[in-house]
């Protein structure tokens, strides 16, 4: 994208996260604005009665214009104030949702995508720690429409005073004293324009320092007990006194840049107001406008060169931020490539869905390795399958490609004589019942994490969270299922133990009632008594549906019609427990004796 398109495109988006939040703070602005000229022409006006000792009424109309003036303007201000400041709560609510929305939208390789994650949190640490991109976009456009505005204003009135000028005799006093105001101005320009320039790239290149010291702070827990347990508060501190180091260094040298960059301009701007200031005496003692007007002119020319100064210095910092909005832009631009597939899951009485996994290969994006390699496996309906294997052998793989959440890098997956891409995706992922082992809870009542939705039946809730042992604890809830889990947006709400959460997750994948579950290590958070129970009942609450199970106590996997082990990214044995134990020399055995030796 061409490097001017990008602030114009962004700008687009942003406007249409509220469309009346620009409209609204031009016409703040345009008041704002004219309230400074308003005053500074109205005191000349008042000065110049009282020096030509005008009647007292004159005066008092004049002072009585004044003030109904201002009242008018700051009227006006302030109820369009009230206006902007709500559309842009609606402008930021909404540019945050649009944010997490499109993440939400992405298919899930996206998501696991190290590349896509890393941008996604360079866009939040651009725009939370260093206030750039599109979060910056709207106090950049205010300052140009300001600025601009602010020039209209000051050159159309300063133009007034040449009208009057061009009145008087011609003084050679005069065509220095403007020689010299124009000289200096443009300097002034010239060197607003690099101290801008200057400024708005030294802060942009300490914005990486802040991001690097943001990292180091979030990386490091101050809460956490190992940090107490290990004494690493020393080393803590070591790093935040280099950090602290390092932060002062880059500000100091910040400070000095910023200084040698604002001297010159400094100095010419007070030089080319000392011109105006003689220039415009002069021609008041030359008789070319009243007395009054000398504060007026002084005032807009003042304004006129600081607008022009601000207004460089705002399309330098727009300029600054092309490179931010390019990463917000390139997230917005991410497009979702999972085939949705088109043909309908039947709805099936009798639960009938025969999976095969036909020589299944499959790498993440950015590894080097497979994560599984030639992977064949038959599940008839009914069937209970458990998957073990070692950490890292590619069990929770096999489950996030059965679930299509990626599709394989080789071979195919079918259900029932398809392949399982051309199936309907939504209805596809509506047969299967899931417990991940990092399941995600949501900041709701009980009674919408349990159905997954808006709303639920009360009798099959209570009944799942029972199955799943979770009866007691759910008695004790004060508002039954309308109890929030967690306090994040309800002081009301419970906080639950890992324990508790996992039986939840259990019941949520049971509630859905789904052809399919697949528990992936559903007892690993719960305690002895708690995962003898689930085990106990495993058959009642998985019932006529087809299951996975993976988990690392081989006992638990006894009760499967097949187990099938997993091993660097193969599948190196399946069958029966006796079947598997019966080869002394397979995987399964080995995992199994490395267990049995304490229950024996
Ligand atoms: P298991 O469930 O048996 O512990 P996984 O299926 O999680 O194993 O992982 C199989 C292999 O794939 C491992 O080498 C792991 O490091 C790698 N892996 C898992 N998830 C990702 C990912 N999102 N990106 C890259 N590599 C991954």
Not at 377 to 383: D, F, N, P
Request: aromatic share 12%; with cysteine; hydrophobic share 40%.
């Amino acid at each position: 994208m061409r490097k001017q398109n990008v602030t114009k495109r962004a700008l687009k988006i942003y406007h249409a996260y509220n469309p009346k939040y620009f409209p609204l703070s031009f016409l703040q602005i345009v008041f704002q604005s004219i309230s400074p000229y308003f005053n500074l022409w109205m005191s000349s006006e008042i000065i110049t009665a009282l020096y030509e000792g005008r009647e007292k009424r004159e005066l008092y109309v004049l002072v009585i214009i004044t003030l109904l003036g201002n009242f008018l303007l700051q009227g006006f201000e302030a109820a369009l104030g009230r206006g902007v400041r709500t559309a842009s709560e609606v402008l930021a609510n909404n540019e945050a949702a649009a944010f997490y929305r499109k993440t939400l939208s992405l298919d899930y390789d996206k998501i696991e995508n190290p590349e896509i994650r890393q941008l996604r949190r360079r866009i939040e640490e651009n725009s939370w720690i260093n206030s750039h991109g599109v979060i910056c976009m709207r106090d950049n456009v205010e300052a140009v429409l300001r600025w601009s505005i602010n020039i209209i204003f000051s050159v159309v009135l300063f133009a007034e005073m040449f009208s009057r000028i061009t009145k008087v005799p011609f003084h050679w006093l005069s065509l220095g004293l403007f020689a010299a105001i124009i000289a200096f101005s443009v300097f002034t320009v010239i060197f607003q324009c690099r101290s801008g320039k200057g400024i708005s790239d030294v802060w942009s290149t300490v914005s990486d320092l802040m991001l690097r010291e943001n990292r180091i702070s979030a990386g490091h827990n101050v809460y956490g007990m190992d940090n107490r347990i290990y004494r690493q508060q020393g080393i803590l501190s070591q790093l935040w006194e280099k950090m602290g180091k390092e932060h002062l260094k880059a500000f100091s040298e910040v400070n000095k840049k910023c200084f040698f960059l604002t001297m010159p301009q400094v100095a010419t701007s007070r030089l080319s107001q000392m011109c105006t200031y003689l220039i415009i005496c002069f021609y008041c003692t030359l008789g070319a406008f009243p007395v009054g007007s000398v504060i007026k002119y002084i005032g807009y020319l003042g304004k006129m060169t600081q607008s022009i100064g601000n207004l460089f210095f705002v399309i330098n910092n727009l300029r600054n931020n092309e490179r931010f909005l390019e990463t917000y832009l390139e997230f917005f631009d991410i497009k979702n490539d999972m085939y949705q597939g088109s043909l309908a899951v039947e709805k099936r009485s009798d639960k009938k869905f025969d999976i095969e996994f036909r020589n299944v290969t499959f790498r993440y994006a950015g590894s080097e390795e497979d994560a599984l390699k030639n992977v064949s496996l038959s599940l008839k309906v009914g069937e209970r399958l458990a998957v073990v294997g070692k950490n890292g052998s590619g069990k929770t793989t096999f489950i996030k490609l059965l679930c299509r959440l990626y599709d394989p890098s080789e071979g195919e997956i079918r259900m029932n004589d398809f392949n399982i891409r051309k199936y309907d995706y939504r209805q596809y992922l509506d047969i299967f019942s899931v417990v991940f082992q990092d399941y995600n809870l949501l900041a709701v009542p009980l009674g919408n994490n349990v159905a997954s939705g808006a709303v639920w039946d009360g009798e099959k809730a209570e009944r799942v969270l029972d199955e799943v042992g979770f009866g007691k604890r759910y008695e004790e809830m004060p508002k039954g299922l309308e109890t929030p889990l967690y306090k994040n947006f309800d002081e009301d709400g419970v906080n639950i133990s890992g324990g508790e959460a996992q039986k939840i997750a259990l019941a949520r994948a049971l509630y859905r009632d789904a052809p399919f579950i697949i528990l992936d290590e559903p007892t690993a958070a719960l305690d002895p008594v708690a995962e003898a129970e689930i085990y106990a009942r495993f058959n009642e609450i998985v019932g006529d549906k087809t299951a996975i199970y993976i988990s690392h106590r081989l006992s638990s996997c006894r009760f499967c019609d097949k187990i099938a082990v997993f091993d660097k990214g193969r599948i190196v044995q399946v069958g029966t427990h006796e079947e598997l134990l019966a080869d002394e020399k397979g995987v399964y055995s080995e995992l199994w004796h490395a267990q049995a030796q304490y229950y024996t």
